[in-house]
């Protein structure tokens, strides 16, 4: 099937500092990606979709000057986190569709971030 | 926009036994309902999913079912075993490019042998 990588796994970063996560579609081409957020015990929650060639569409309550995305090319989008900050702590997951063949939404395996 | 409840949030069961989480969705627009196992730190896993256009879906002990009129959707797992142990998580989403999956709060399924 679809692959969907992302990077890094694993990031600790300190206070005030900004973190770039990248998500790549690896086998296929994908005009929309999707960025959630999961805290623990707690379910996917969608941040923001992120189109190729446009600017983002944030969901309610998601600051978009804290979280950029770039979406360059119809296989990667990227996620800043910008001056992070302890409650930025998250695993964050991208994912995307496979234009081609839509109904499935591919996952990559996520980004655990500790800020200190 | 769409809102997903999912219920329980917690089931414990026996090996052997039979498993049941529910869904509802409100967008009626929404045409497609997969299921997700998630392992704790890893990225979903689809298990099965499915289409308005058909009632029920089954892949060897796993089942789902899909009610359109009442916008409600279940999975059934029968024959438990204790790796069926994870967090499972329904979705909903409409068939369009630029359309997310919207999540379930998640049900945390226990199965002791």
């Known amino acids: 099937g679809a692959v969907v990588s992302q990077h890094p796994s694993w990031v600790i970063c300190k206070s005030g500092t900004s973190v770039k996560i990248e998500c790549r579609s690896l086998d296929f081409q994908a005009t929309t990606m999707f960025w959630y957020r999961q805290f623990p015990k707690q379910s996917l929650m969608l941040m923001a979709t992120?189109?190729?060639?446009?600017?983002?569409?944030?969901e309610q309550g998601v600051e978009k000057d804290k979280f950029l995305i770039n979406h360059a090319s119809l296989t990667l989008s990227t996620l800043t986190v910008t001056s992070a900050h302890p409650e930025d702590s998250s695993f964050y997951i991208c994912?995307?569709?496979?234009?081609?063949?839509?109904?499935?939404?591919?996952f990559g395996a996520g980004t655990r971030l500790s800020v200190l | 926009g769409e809102n997903v409840e999912q219920h329980p949030s917690t089931l414990s069961v026996q090996e052997g036994d039979s498993a049941v989480i529910k869904c509802t969705y409100s967008?009626?627009?929404?045409?497609?309902f997969p299921w997700y196992k998630q392992e704790l730190g890893k990225r979903p896993q689809l298990i099965i999913d499915?289409?308005?256009?058909?009632g029920e879906k089954k892949d060897q002990r796993i089942a789902v079912t899909l009610n359109k009129t009442a916008k409600h959707f279940s999975l059934h797992i029968t024959e438990t075993q204790p790796e069926d142990s994870a967090v499972y998580f329904c979705?909903?989403?409409?068939?369009?490019?630029?359309?997310?999956?919207?999540f379930g709060k998640g049900t945390t399924l226990s199965v002791s042998s």
């Open positions: 994912s995307a569709r496979d234009r081609g063949a839509l109904w499935i939404q591919y």
């Open positions: 992120s189109n190729e060639g446009s600017k983002a569409t944030y």
């Open positions: 499915i289409r308005s256009n058909v």
């Open positions: 979705a909903a989403s409409k068939n369009q490019a630029g359309t997310a999956l919207i």
């Open positions: 967008d009626s627009a929404s045409n497609y």
